[in-house]
Nanobody, 119 residues
Framework: VQLQASGGGLVQAGESLRLSCAAS????????MRWYRQAPGKQRELVAV???????NYADSVKGRFTISRDNAENTVYLRMDSLKSEDTAVYYC??????????????WGQGTQVTVSS
């Protein structure tokens, strides 16, 4: 069981990106799915979360600009990032509670994807 993130890149301020994170393996359940980010020299921070029922919550710094969504059929979580700012530059990580075929819930992290916003 693993999480695989993709979609990062280099964009200019004001542009958009969409990150994806797919869970793979023998998965029988997924609870909350989250996106975190870590900028150079800073602590990792929670950006957005979506529950199994679809409820969402965002960090104040991204409210109104970022949208988290999930496709339960594809075991995938997305982060649509609009009106990007230079301060959004960071490595973005996905995170989720997954239940494997062993029926044990565990917390998993994706490998991180770099987002760089030039001003």
């Amino acid at each position: 069981v693993q999480l695989q993130a993709s979609g990062g890149g280099l964009v200019q301020a004001g542009e958009s990106l969409r990150l994806s994170c797919a869970a793979s393996g023998s998965i029988v359940g997924i609870k909350d799915m989250r996106w975190y980010r870590q900028a150079p020299g800073k602590q990792r921070e929670l950006v957005a979360v979506i529950t199994g029922g679809g409820a969402t919550n965002y960090a104040d710094s991204v409210k109104g600009r970022f949208t988290i969504s999930r496709d339960n059929a594809e075991n995938t979580v997305y982060l649509r990032m609009d009106s990007l700012k230079s301060e959004d530059t960071a490595v973005y990580y996905c995170n989720a509670e997954l239940k494997s075929s062993s029926h044990v819930w565990r917390n998993y992290w994706g490998q991180g994807t770099q987002v760089t916003v030039s001003s």
